[in-house]
């Protein structure tokens, strides 16, 4: 069975592009062992994003480093592509960080690198409405500024992933056209299947593809017509896979223990979470879905060696690609 050669001999490389988490340096960092329980071997982990300022993301970033070094029998701090094999060969979780909206740069170029030397692997512009890098999902579309373009260039030139979720069409099309790496939607959905204006559309994920990027099909409610059935979550794969190709899909799951105060965070930041977008709760796929997903995928036809692509070997093979050695 697939499941068990996958998950119970755990022979496949499982990499989830973000975790959905509140950027709180008061979060409770136990939720990551259920990654280390569920097979996954990478996670890229959210400590900053535009609802927050950026001194709450350099708090975050510094009490997550904290716990993550502090349980060195659990966790690996990725500083290099190297450290992931050393994770995979010590049975560790490799963690590093990503970062939703540019905001956290507090209109600074310096902080890309700043970011980058604590961790940083991946940043997006907007979080859903416009800031001084680009324009968000739920926003006028003003597109790529020249801040933007200037944080790109940076970001190339660091070995930093170019991430397009949660921007506004424009801005991710101009975002990709300006990277000389590939670009990510770290965690987006196709719009085709759930019309909703944070998902993106087939010409956002051809356009990803063209450049070699990868698209994570994530397991949020909003963005799977209000389910987090598996069986959803295995259409977005095989539509955008179909769309893309196989080898540019992959898992940006935006998992995060659900919360009561999440739910209230989303109803109090309507500016955020606009009420006719968003549901008063929140839910997500549990990560005990992943074997069900990967034996969905084959019964629908798709080899096992495009299924191991998506549950982690593309995202791994543009990281090898992309990340790098600053060059001062």
Known sequence: MLKHKMFSSHSTFVWDAHAGFESRPDADLQQLNQWCENGVDYLSVNVGYDVRSWQNTIKTLANYRHYITSHPERFKLVECFEDIDTA??????????????????????????????????????????NNRAGGGCHDQDIGLTDFGKEVIQEMNRLGMLVDCSHTSYRTSMEAIETSSDPVIFSHSNP??????????????????????GVVGINGVSQFLDGTTDPLRFVEHILYTADVAGAEHVGLGLDYVKPQNDLNDLVHENQRYWPSEHYARSVTFMNLEALPQVAEELFKRGMKEQEIRGIFGANFLNLAKNVWKAPRL
């Open 88 to 129: 995979i060969q010590e049975g560790l979780l490799a963690v590093s960080f990503d970062i939703e909206g540019m905001e956290s740069l507090d209109g600074e170029i310096r902080m890309v690198k700043f970011y980058y030397d604590l961790g940083v692997r991946q940043m997006l512009f907007a979080y859903n409405l």
């Open 191 to 212: 719009k085709a299947l759930c019309d909703h204006p944070r998902n993106i559309g087939d010409d956002q994920i051809r356009a990803c593809a063209k450049k070699n």
